[in-house]
């Protein structure tokens, strides 16, 4: 008798078990598995330097720093700062290369909204990468060159608006 009473609450635990891990397996399977968005994700699309907009480069670049934020008309506008540390591998050229931007022009001056909205000791102008269609919106892109001696080093900073 006690036999029995052991043997059907075993049966029905796995009854149980068997339930649960079919249904678990059903809300795997039907869950979106999108990646949840964030500011830099979106900060990205809107300056066209998303790895969704560069299909097949292969590399991308990850922005030390992203604002996401609204202009006084309501403008969704995205800032942020690339560090490339310089060498072979990780350089502005290659940065330029990856995104299809041009090669930068004449300094100009970071707007003030760009130097509040990013953390750090932005610098008063940079060499600033002629206007280019491939972007969403508007985008502004600057080139600083960093004096660390590595060939290729340097900050960029990138204000985009749409």
């Known amino acids: 008798m006690v036999l029995r009473w052991l043997l059907a609450g075993f049966l029905g635990l796995c009854v149980v078990f068997t339930v649960s891990v079919v249904a678990w397996g059903v809300v795997a399977l039907t869950r979106d598995h999108t990646r949840p968005e964030t500011d830099l994700s979106r900060a990205e699309r809107l300056a066209g330097l998303s790895d969704e907009q560069h299909p097949g480069k292969g590399r991308?670049?990850?922005a030390a720093d992203a604002v996401l934020a609204r202009a006084p008309d309501g403008t969704a506008t995205g800032y942020l700062h690339y560090r490339l540390g310089?060498?072979?591998?990780?350089?502005?050229?290659?940065?330029?290369?990856?995104?299809?931007?041009?090669?930068?022009?004449?300094?100009?001056?970071?707007?003030?909204?760009?130097?509040?909205?990013?953390?750090?000791?932005?610098?008063?102008?940079?060499?600033?990468?002629?206007?280019?269609?491939?972007?969403s919106g508007h985008r502004q892109v600057w080139v600083v060159p960093s004096p660390t001696g590595l060939q290729g080093a340097g900050d960029i900073y990138v204000r985009a608006t749409g």
Do not use: C, M, W
Not at 88 to 104: A, G, H, K, M, S
Not at 105 to 117: F, S, T, V
């Open 60 to 62: 991308y670049y990850i």
């Open 86 to 135: 310089g060498g072979i591998d990780v350089n502005v050229e290659d940065f330029l290369r990856t995104y299809d931007l041009p090669q930068p022009g004449g300094p100009a001056p970071l707007p003030e909204d760009l130097k509040a909205a990013l953390p750090g000791d932005e610098p008063a102008d940079a060499a600033l990468l002629p206007g280019d269609p491939g972007s």
